[in-house]
């Protein structure tokens, strides 16, 4: 049973392109989290989702920035239009279960704008 | 709004010591506390997870204490060595906050000295 696996694990982008990422969460976890830390700082909660839903998206900016998490396939974090201060690692973590049960992260995706 | 501060924001030891890291949380009411290690440009390994009815987990040379009523956790690491230099996080899971799971700490860099 491989891990959460998140790609790719370092992008480029230029300031007003997409940015992409994707994270497929370990087999059997329904529940993805994504969180983004920022150089020197903590890690912020971002947005839940279970399998084609979006469960809580508080701490994701309104604007730029929307998720999803297909029945099939992983679940992408897209940023629009990105700018030098989305330049940041981004992490997802599975669940298989809600609460109780134990988190489990990637390797993250960091992201730099250039 | 629940919030996790740990202390010492920084810590260097020499190799071999028996040292301690503190975790703690404003609100009692979490469904469990988990403690992570982060090693530079890497993503989080889990560590322990606590549920809320216990009181410690123990794995190797790792053991978590948890005191819900004060909002406490500790981890102790024995005889420690330069491999366990790293960023230690805790993490609680609300009880009441159906989505946004996992607050995080500011994290402990721990640095072990040869």
């Known amino acids: 049973n491989a891990g959460v696996m998140q790609n790719p694990r370092h992008l480029v982008r230029r300031r007003g392109q997409e940015a992409r990422l994707r994270c497929s969460p370990m087999?059997?976890?329904?529940?993805v989290y994504w969180y983004r830390q920022l150089p020197e700082e903590g890690l912020k909660f971002m947005v839940y989702?279970?399998?084609?839903?979006?469960?809580?998206e508080s701490g994701m900016p309104k604007e730029r920035f929307s998720a999803e998490f297909p029945k099939e396939g992983p679940s992408i974090l897209r940023i629009q239009q990105v700018v030098r201060g989305d330049s940041a690692a981004y992490f997802c973590?599975?669940?298989?279960?809600?609460?109780?049960?134990?988190?489990?992260f990637g390797q993250g995706t960091r992201l730099t704008v250039v | 709004k629940q919030e996790v501060t740990q202390i010492p924001a920084a810590l260097s030891v020499p190799e071999g010591e028996n040292l301690v890291l503190n975790c703690s949380f404003t609100?009692?009411?979490?469904?469990?506390l988990q403690w992570f290690r982060q090693d530079p440009g890497k993503g989080l390994t889990s560590l322990l997870l606590?549920?809320?009815?216990?009181r410690e987990q123990t794995s190797g040379r790792l053991n978590a204490s948890l005191d819900k009523s004060s909002g406490r956790s500790t981890l102790y690491i024995a005889a420690s060595q330069p491999g366990d230099s790293a960023t230690y996080l805790c993490?609680?899971?609300?009880?009441?906050?159906?989505?946004?799971?996992?607050?995080f700490g500011g994290g402990t860099r721990l640095m072990v000295k040869p």
């Open positions: 087999k059997g976890h329904s529940h």
């Open positions: 609100d009692s009411a979490i469904y469990n």
């Open positions: 993490a609680v899971t609300p009880y009441y906050d159906a989505g946004n799971m996992l607050t």
């Open positions: 989702l279970q399998k084609e839903n979006i469960i809580d």
């Open positions: 973590a599975s669940l298989q279960g809600f609460a109780e049960t134990e988190a489990f």
């Open positions: 606590i549920q809320s009815s216990q």
